[in-house]
């Protein structure tokens, strides 16, 4: 009796290792890939920070420009966007590296969603990111340029602040466009049915309007184009998801597949 408890108890530590050294490992080919493409970038940081920074030049008034308060400020500034942009670009790898730590403890159904939802995931991600730089950055902008004319005050943002507001902007709207991925695996795995996703939606609208409120800059405009998307993009997730109702038998029938393979 205690040797089979020993063996067992030396078996779970040696798969619990296991675990991590695999973790380890996608942890590394991640950091990998982020690295190799910030290199592939790095000349260009001035000119990524430029374009980076391009909706709030733009916005300023005659005269108003960009300062810098840290002495290192013009040099770190610009590297931090590059390696904005190398995990942005990166991001693919990063994700396909987190589903498969994850896959082998999926049923086969399950598995099969990796690569759509790797696929959605990182293109809603950019289409969040591309919404706040198009749309909310010269909105917010020039609201806030325009405010200042009447109180004689000079807008002149320092460039380490402007990083700050946004990166904080582009994680908000990039993770709340995820919100129909989000509605579907949900639904695909079982953990909330879909009568119940509808049953809560003024749950939902509310909620959003208080993460809007949360997130952004203190004004009605920027509020709502945050949470009108979030509330459309809601009921987008609870479209698709129609589609991925798990059937009845679904679970057993993978799981006996997946004993047969093993």
Do not use: C
């Not at 009796?1 to 040696?14: A, H, I, K, P, V």
């Not at 391009?54 to 500034?77: C, N």
């Not at 325009?146 to 005050?153: E, K």
């Amino acid at each position: 009796m205690t040797q089979n408890t020993s063996s067992e108890d030396s078996g779970l530590q040696e798969s619990f290792l296991s675990h991590l050294y695999e973790l380890r490992d996608r942890v590394i080919k991640a950091g990998v890939a982020i690295l190799i493409v910030f290199v592939s970038l790095v000349y260009w940081a001035p000119d990524i920070f430029h374009l980076f920074a391009q909706p709030l030049l733009e916005a300023l008034p005659a005269g108003g420009k960009m300062i810098v308060t840290d002495v290192t400020g013009s040099f770190f500034v610009p590297m931090k966007v590059t390696m904005l942009v190398a995990f942005i670009i990166a991001l693919p790898i990063v994700m396909y590296q987190l589903w498969a730590f994850i896959a082998p403890g999926l049923y086969l159904h399950e598995r099969k969603l990796i690569v759509p939802l790797v696929v959605s995931s990182y293109t809603l991600f950019i289409v969040g990111m591309a919404f706040a730089y198009f749309l909310v950055f010269p909105t917010v902008f020039k609201f806030m340029a325009s405010y200042n004319a009447p109180l004689g005050a000079e807008m002149s943002t320092d460039i380490d602040n402007y990083l700050s507001f946004a990166m904080t902007t582009f994680l908000a709207f990039g993770i709340t466009f995820e919100v129909p991925v989000v509605v579907v695996v949900l639904v695909r795995m079982g953990l909330v049915t879909l009568a119940k996703l509808k049953e809560i939606r003024s749950y939902v609208i509310v909620g959003a309007f208080i993460v809007a409120a949360v997130v952004t800059p203190p004004d009605i405009l920027s509020q709502l184009l945050l949470a009108v998307p979030m509330v459309i993009l809601y009921e987008l997730g609870l479209l698709v998801a129609r589609f991925y109702v798990p059937k009845p038998d679904g679970d057993e029938a993978d799981h006996t597949s997946e004993t047969a393979q093993t």
